[in-house]
C-alpha cells in the first residue's frame, strides 16, 4: 500500500511515518521540511510543500491508495491550517480517486464533548485553546461530508510519555472517568491501523487511556 503522511514532521505525523515504515509500507512525507525525517530505506519518499497550498497538495496525494493527516500548528493558538489543509488534501483526493482518507482530530470535538472534565471544557477548549478547537470541528465537518471512506481519529491529550493505563478505543460520547491523555505513539500507530481495519471506516472514534 502507498500512503501519504499530510504534517509528517509533526510529533505524531513523524511517529506515523516510522510506525508505516516499520510496517513495511511504502510512504510520501508531505510537509513543509520533510528533510527534517531520516531514513527510510528506499521506501520513503519526501515532498516539500504547504499544506495551506492546494496547488501543491493535489500533485503529491495522485496516485496514493489511502492518505492520513496530522496536521497541526505546533505552539500557536491561531490559524486554521487543520481545516484548510484538508480541505486541500479532500479536494485533491476526489480529482485523483484517492478515496481511503484517515484524520486526527481531537478528543473534545462535537459529539465528544462530553467526555472532557472541566479543566478541558472551560480552561483549555473553553478559553485557551477556543480556535484550535473550532478548527477541529470545522476540520471534522469537512471530513464527513467529503463522500470519501474517512475515518476520524480523536485522540485525548498526547505526551511523548510511553503507555501510562489501558488504551478504551471508541467509547461513549457521555464516557467519563477517562485519564485523558495518551501517547502520541498509540495515536500514531492507531492511525496507521486503520489502514487494515474498516471498523470505523465513516466514523469518528475516540481514544483515551
Keep these: 500500500m502507498k500512503i ?37 530505506d528506499g521506501r520513503l519518499t519526501r515532498v516539500a510543500g504547504d ?7 493535489a500533485p503529491a496525494i495522485k496516485g496514493h491508495d489511502a492518505v492520513i493527516v496530522t496536521l497541526g500548528a505546533g505552539a500557536a493558538r491561531t490559524g486554521t491550517i487543520r481545516s484548510t489543509g484538508t480541505l486541500n488534501v479532500i479536494q485533491a483526493m476526489q480529482k485523483h480517486r484517492v478515496n481511503r482518507l484517515i484524520v486526527q482530530s481531537t478528543l473534545g470535538a462535537h459529539d465528544s464533548w462530553g467526555n472532557l472534565n472541566f479543566f478541558w471544557k472551560r480552561i ?7 480556535p484550535v478547537h473550532r478548527d477541529h470541528e470545522l476540520q471534522e465537518s469537512l471530513v464527513r461530508a467529503s463522500g470519501l471512506d474517512w475515518t476520524i481519529v480523536r485522540p485525548s491529550a498526547s505526551s511523548d510519555r510511553v503507555r501510562a493505563g489501558a488504551l478504551h478505543e471508541g467509547f461513549a460520547a457521555d464516557q ?3 485519564r485523558l491523555q495518551i501517547a502520541r505513539l498509540d495515536v500514531a500507530r492507531f492511525l496507521g491501523r486503520q489502514l487494515r481495519e474498516t471498523r470505523y471506516l465513516r466514523r469518528a472514534v475516540a481514544i483515551s487511556y
Design 176 to 178: 467519563r472517568g477517562l
Design 51 to 57: 499544506a495551506a497550498d492546494g496547488q501543491s497538495v
Design 4 to 40: 501519504i503522511v499530510i504534517g509528517a514532521t509533526g510529533s505524531i505525523g513523524k511517529l506515523a511515518v516510522k510506525t508505516l515504515l516499520e510496517e513495511g509500507q511504502t510512504v510520501t512525507a508531505f510537509a513543509r521540511h520533510p528533510e527534517n525525517l531520516k531514513g527510510g
Design 124 to 130: 483549555m477548549f473553553g478559553l485557551l485553546l477556543r
